[in-house]
């Protein structure tokens, strides 16, 4: 047992990198927002805990002395600091209302448990005693799923689950790896690429979020069309719920009825918390090439996406930028390189061995130019080294007065395109809903994380902040919702549903389906401690 | 909408083929069955429906009335015939109770329905009632599951699905069809691919097997190494309960919550009919080929099983014979080829392009060699040959009076080889007690069905008809289960839980797991209507 600690423990709340880090918007993008959306107002950092207005500790003395003895007291942290950077996530709705300091109901304490058995306790502890329980990782929710309803419960407690942070065993004949949840996805790479293995799980939250938290929102990287979702390669999950335990996944795929697995994936912490997750992984690839090609619009970037899904051997990562993102530069917010004229930028990575990743790149090569694309030297590479720079990028349009969200979605590949597709409906409804009147916003998407039968877009918003920017995302989300739901798409490709899509949820499984995760809810948890208020309608 | 019809309506029950198709077994066969296992009596075919004796029906008069009014006269079939058809699957003891006429609780009536709106009225009318109802397909199940209970209830019903026989669409662009649930998988087959697409599902049951059965069981094909297993192509399902209706699935791949498809992808009919499956499809490969090898072992059987599992590209089809199965022939039983001496007989089949193919066999070719392998020509074509002959040869062993049957399960790789591994230890077991009491039997096993992280053992079992066997065999699948637990596998990979393996299941996914079952039967079936005593513990 090998534990990894993580970097990510040290870094401040309501914002993505340390304060030392962060990065100003190079004066070419500031001016050009300036332009289309007006100039912004320098917003403060995120305020400190002596200037936040957050609950007063509701629990009783009872109840803590017994988590105190259940966890040791060095478990049960009821600092004020501690129960603010546990109130919100890092949607941008959170960390604008985190720069306002606007008031917030805050856990009454954060707990560490150490083990799997310290979980089941304080669970069984939270249920006797009524307390609503907020299982944590990396806290990098954008969908408010750590936004627990206190309501009808003597108190609120989060369970943060980042010193369970041990890398269990690796079982090289079976490819596999087995972490405690609180392992951070970069530390859970870093020490598999020591052996020469890898996830292939690259979201853009690798440096915060955790392996527990990636497998409770069925998270998705970078590299999914290669690699696969998190969740396609979850093998076995180890549960801890008010009830009792569960052990899940004796064989990679079994005909032993439902895959009980694919309940508690994408359960958002509203089921249990998941203990220990054993993954597939794979030898670490001898090489990665980027390659970047301009096409002539994203009806064509579509084409490309679809034909290279269906190639029987498609690309580890694919990204096709419609017009507008495309003009933003390669990344999905204002960079500094605008490829002029407009077209639609396909990002395209390969990996494997010399041979695989030369013939992969050369399908992909020829496949553009059928399409009329033509090759962008350099930029494959620069999307590479920018990839995971977008949340800093979030942060510095924050310091500007500017508020960027992100929103995603995914639907057959026939449902995509066109005049009533899912991308032309979303982005409308989005245009619409946050330019009410008079307000200006850019609207921009991406394809990406193909599937031989569909895809997910990515949509990213940019507004100044001003009076009303944010009861108008809100009401851009929930127009967003109404397109996805009417073109018959999903409210979340990897997002999840938290608090934010949960009336979305309620549409899209039916009221027979809401009705089985209430059953399925109540079954494990009958006092409806754990994160009441996600997930479930 | 096109209907797909089949010939598998016109085929007889409790025997694979038609009679005029039998096969006979060849002499020298017959010579080493009788030296190996004693000499078998000759049974008689499966009885009429005279001579056989079944349970009275019991259905009310009103309720049939209800049953004619919502399906039309043609829909409700009494018939004894057709209720002792469905009385039972094809599990060889289905199939040899079938041959001694051995008492039978048949259902009260036969109903096809036509449209998931009748399915829906029929389920809310059995649940007023209290009928119980057994959805069926091609009724090729191996595990028991159309024998449900009649206890507690006013009747018992089969739902036979086979009328809704249409594949509703094609969607090209999206790489997927959907179909009734009553379409059987050759007729689905043979309907994709004069479109040039394959569902690339061959299970042995693929001339009587339906849509609807292989998504309710989990089916796994024989090639489901390179095509995946039936539920991993599974992309949208549209199911009728008791208490209403489900749609889902809008996308490949969601982060909306539990993936509930995953619900009733091995619900066995205990949930719910499903009906309509929407299913990924890919363009049939230009080029198949199979080869065969003899490896000098079965230990290096699984290693080359293993290897090409990680090799990131694995063939389509893999499956390796320990040293009784290749001396029995290159099929799962007894045919005519003998490969001297022992050793592993391993078959590998490749598909795609020419090019993907001779590149996939040079790979297989060299790995076989380094493991010490030889190449068998022909042995590969052989194979390919007699793929789906396995079921014809049961009932020409069992008309030679010999008892056939089979017995899978899966786990990871680390579990599979090895003096306490899966395959030693459930292969002692079968022997152990097939041979109680001084009886004879053949024990033989190939691994199949490959993942990355393990694979699949798929055991069959020979002894002679005589007293006692029955209850041998059962006392074998017992203790086989038995020891599949202690390795930590999977009591099913591609067979399902029907009635066989309840206790089993029970076992495998602990007391929350079956909690967690029962409370989504409530919610769906608050009656237990749905193939009472299938599935859930």
Same mark, same amino acid.
């Given at each position: 047992?090998?534990?990894?600690?993580?970097?990510?423990?040290?870094?401040?709340p309501?914002r993505?990198?340390?304060?030392?880090?962060?990065?100003?918007?190079?004066?070419?993008?500031?001016?050009?927002?300036?332009?289309?959306?007006?100039?912004?107002?320098?917003?403060?950092?995120?305020?400190?805990?002596?200037?936040?207005?957050?609950?007063?500790?509701?629990?009783?003395?009872?109840a803590?002395?017994?988590?105190?003895?259940?966890?040791?007291?060095?478990?049960v942290?009821?600092?004020?600091?501690?129960?603010?950077?546990?109130?919100r996530g890092?949607?941008?709705?959170?960390?604008?209302?985190a720069?306002?300091?606007?008031?917030?109901?805050?856990?009454?304490?954060?707990?560490?448990?150490?083990?799997?058995?310290?979980?089941?306790?304080?669970?069984?502890?939270?249920?006797?005693e009524?307390?609503?329980?907020?299982?944590?990782?990396?806290?990098?929710?954008?969908?408010?799923?750590?936004?627990?309803r206190?309501?009808?419960f003597?108190?609120?407690?989060?369970?943060?689950?980042?010193?369970?942070?041990?890398?269990?065993q690796?079982?090289?004949?079976?490819?596999?790896?087995?972490?405690?949840?609180?392992?951070?996805?970069?530390a859970?790479?870093?020490?598999?690429?020591?052996?020469?293995?890898?996830?292939?799980h690259?979201?853009? /939250? =690798? *440096?915060?979020?955790t392996?527990? #938290?990636?497998? %409770?929102?069925?998270? !998705? +990287?970078? &590299?999914?069309?290669?690699?696969g979702?998190?969740?396609?390669?979850?093998?076995?999950?180890?549960?801890?719920?008010?009830?009792g335990?569960?052990?899940?996944?004796?064989?990679?795929r079994?005909?032993a009825?439902?895959?009980?697995?694919?309940?508690?994936?994408?359960?958002?912490?509203?089921?249990g918390?998941?203990?220990?997750?054993?993954?597939?992984?794979?030898r670490?690839?001898?090489?990665?090439?980027?390659?970047?090609?301009?096409?002539?619009?994203?009806?064509?970037?579509?084409?490309?996406?679809r034909?290279?899904?269906?190639?029987?051997?498609?690309?580890?990562?694919?990204?096709v930028?419609?017009?507008?993102?495309?003009?933003?530069?390669?990344?999905?917010?204002?960079?500094t390189?605008?490829?002029?004229?407009?077209? /639609? =930028? *396909?990002?395209?990575?390969?990996? #494997?061995?010399? %041979?695989?990743?030369? !013939? +992969?790149? &050369?399908?992909?090569?020829?496949?553009?130019?059928?399409?009329?694309?033509r090759?962008?030297?350099?930029?494959?590479?620069?999307?590479?080294?920018?990839r995971?720079?977008?949340?800093?990028?979030?942060?510095?349009?924050?310091?500007?007065?500017?508020?960027?969200?992100?929103?995603e979605?995914?639907?057959?590949?026939s449902?995509?395109?066109?005049?009533?597709?899912?991308?032309?409906?979303?982005?409308?409804?989005?245009?619409?809903?946050?330019?009410?009147g008079?307000?200006?916003?850019?609207?921009?998407?991406?394809?990406?994380?193909?599937?031989?039968?569909?895809?997910?877009?990515?949509f990213?918003?940019?507004?100044?902040?001003?009076e009303?920017?944010?009861?108008?995302?809100?009401a851009?989300?929930?127009?967003?919702?109404?397109?996805? *739901?009417?073109?018959?798409?999903?409210?979340?490709?990897?997002?999840?549903?938290?608090?934010?899509?949960?009336?979305?949820?309620?549409d899209?499984?039916?009221?027979?389906?809401?009705?089985?995760?209430?059953?399925m809810?109540?079954?494990?948890?009958?006092?409806g401690?754990m994160?009441?208020?996600?997930?479930?309608?």
């Amino acid at each position: 047992m090998q534990r990894l600690a993580a970097d990510a423990d040290r870094l401040p709340p309501y914002r993505w990198g340390a304060l030392e880090d962060a990065i100003t918007l190079p004066q070419a993008t500031l001016a050009l927002l300036r332009r289309l959306l007006g100039r912004g107002e320098r917003l403060p950092p995120p305020l400190p805990v002596a200037a936040a207005a957050i609950s007063e500790e509701a629990l009783a003395g009872g109840a803590l002395e017994a988590l105190r003895a259940a966890l040791g007291k060095e478990g049960v942290d009821c600092d004020p600091a501690s129960r603010l950077a546990h109130a919100r996530g890092m949607s941008s709705e959170d960390l604008l209302l985190a720069r306002y300091g606007a008031a917030v109901d805050a856990p009454d304490a954060v707990l560490a448990p150490r083990s799997h058995e310290q979980v089941l306790s304080v669970l069984s502890l939270c249920a006797q005693e009524r307390i609503a329980v907020v299982p944590s990782g990396g806290r990098t929710s954008v969908v408010g799923a750590l936004a627990a309803r206190r309501a009808g419960f003597s108190g609120l407690i989060a369970l943060d689950l980042r010193a369970m942070d041990a890398l269990l065993q690796i079982d090289e004949q079976s490819a596999s790896a087995t972490f405690e949840p609180g392992v951070v996805g970069a530390a859970a790479e870093a020490a598999l690429g020591r052996r020469g293995y890898t996830l292939g799980h690259f979201p853009q /939250s =690798l *440096a915060r979020a955790t392996i527990g #938290g990636f497998a %409770a929102t069925r998270s !998705a +990287g970078q &590299a999914s069309t290669g690699y696969g979702r998190f969740d396609q390669n979850v093998l076995s999950l180890r549960i801890a719920t008010p009830r009792g335990e569960l052990a899940i996944g004796r064989a990679p795929r079994s005909s032993a009825g439902p895959d009980l697995r694919e309940l508690f994936l994408g359960s958002e912490g509203a089921l249990g918390v998941i203990t220990a997750v054993r993954l597939g992984v794979r030898r670490a690839p001898a090489q990665e090439r980027y390659e970047g090609y301009l096409l002539p619009d994203f009806d064509t970037g579509l084409e490309l996406a679809r034909e290279l899904s269906q190639s029987g051997a498609p690309p580890m990562l694919v990204r096709v930028s419609d017009q507008l993102e495309t003009l933003a530069g390669s990344g999905p917010l204002p960079g500094t390189e605008v490829h002029g004229g407009g077209g /639609s =930028l *396909a990002i395209i990575g390969h990996a #494997g061995d010399r %041979a695989q990743v030369r !013939a +992969g790149a &050369a399908a992909a090569a020829k496949l553009t130019q059928t399409l009329g694309g033509r090759a962008l030297p350099g930029a494959g590479e620069r999307w590479r080294a920018e990839r995971y720079m977008a949340p800093h990028l979030r942060d510095a349009l924050l310091d500007a007065g500017y508020f960027a969200e992100t929103l995603e979605t995914a639907a057959f590949w026939s449902d995509l395109a066109g005049p009533e597709g899912l991308y032309e409906r979303v982005r409308s409804a989005l245009v619409e809903a946050l330019t009410q009147g008079g307000a200006r916003a850019l609207v921009m998407c991406h394809v990406s994380h193909l599937y031989p039968a569909g895809a997910s877009l990515y949509f990213t918003a940019i507004c100044r902040v001003e009076e009303g920017t944010l009861q108008r995302w809100q009401a851009a989300r929930r127009a967003a919702g109404a397109a996805i *739901a009417a073109v018959g798409g999903t409210i979340s490709h990897h997002h999840g549903i938290g608090t934010y899509h949960r009336a979305a949820l309620a549409d899209e499984i039916g009221p027979l389906g809401v009705q089985l995760l209430r059953a399925m809810k109540s079954s494990l948890d009958p006092q409806g401690i754990m994160s009441p208020g996600v997930l479930i309608p």
